[in-house]
DNA sequence: CGTATCATTGACGTCGGTCAATTCGTGTGG
DNA sequence: CCACACGAATTGACCGACGTCAATGATACG
């Protein structure tokens, strides 16, 4: 699923002649900045990289947590200046490419310009997700299902012991500027989760005590989880 | 930028060749419907189409209002199934394809890959900028936000008398379900910003009176529309 | 002229924000 | 090994933006 990886064979040679290599960022690096140009693009092989825009007053919302496979820095000519933030949450392993080339391999290779369209639907698909829930859940539920679409993005890329819990670099106002809520109340929110046996947090780890109950609360359907 | 229109003429031909035809639905009718599958795919030449998802609670959340341009009912098959629905606001002019042979259509026009690319890239920003709204501006801001890029979009497609206002075809329950609000609010919302001399809006029309003090409310950066 | 839909307004309640203080955890330097 | 520092987590008191409920008014349509 990731842009240069599954390509038949015969063609994989192309899309490797054109990368310029794999490189790695530390956690708290930035990919690319938002109003600036950028003449790179990055295939995700490892690590969380957080996607946000920061407004004039100075708040942040979070885009989107990018996992592996995940194709970043890709969008229509705003005359080559990116729309948001990119920063590494963890060390972060990225294939690189340029990005001058890239209009003209996508006309030679329509492989990779049909797979670039399908990624993006997908991500298309995965805004309308987060927008329903900011737009219209309580604070309740919007941190349940978010809780609940994270560990199976997670489970579905790393593997993950069956109620073992998982990795999760996110601080509580990581959580808040996706979920368009002040840290404070994610906090409190959670408490009451948590003293209801439903979820079980901690720095950096993130274990689902009671799915089934918390995806009732989230309004959370796992069969609809196209965003993997 | 529609899928059919500018390609290279010689092309064209092509894409005319699988397009079932134009057609015709009234005010209110439905292009398709979340959860059923879809054998078709519409390319909206006039009117407007309200795209939103309906949650198990019944509520609603408006994803889009789409203008002439837009591409509808694509998306990578979660079997078919699609995840909005879609309806007509006002009659609605569409180019219809049959859904059936567009894999192998794209494969054989890289043009057409590349351009949904393109299209679809463009809707993933536009779903950020609604995100952005929703999540980190106050109830007045996102009225004034709205309204301004609504305004944008309108005036770059249908021709616009300068300060003469233009059509717009929603109620205000419908600004609501796009805005994360009721329609009570955006009513009361509505008043203050009428008061203030910022706008004008009415049945099925809207005025803008005072665009840079708008523009400062809902932090709109004219320019950093890439949404047309 | 009657009915349905949308807009408007007020009274009241609450969810979530703001402010501020305290605690906890981890890393650092003495 | 302990003292300190710094960021994150936690908690409480208070407040305000926005929601809910309910009634009234305006428009269009048959």
Redesign the interface.
Known sequence: MTVCQPFVPERLDVVETFKKGDRVFPAGSRLYQQGVPCTELYNLLDGWVMLY?L???G???V?DFALPGAFLG???N?MGRL??DAVCLTDVAVCVFPRAPFPSL??ER??L??R???L??????S??D???N????SARARLSHFLLELYARVEHRYSVVNGEGIELPLTQEHIADA??LTNIYVNKTLRTLREDGLVRLGRGWLQILNPSELAVIG?FDAK?S?LY
Chains 1, 2 share one sequence.
């Open positions: 825009r407004l004039p007053s708040r942040r919302q885009l890709w969008q229509p705003a729309l948001h996508m006309r329509p492989e310009a049909e670039l369209a399908w993006q639907a997908r991500d298309t698909i805004a309308h987060h927008l329903t900011i737009g219209k859940r979920l368009g309004e609809a196209h």
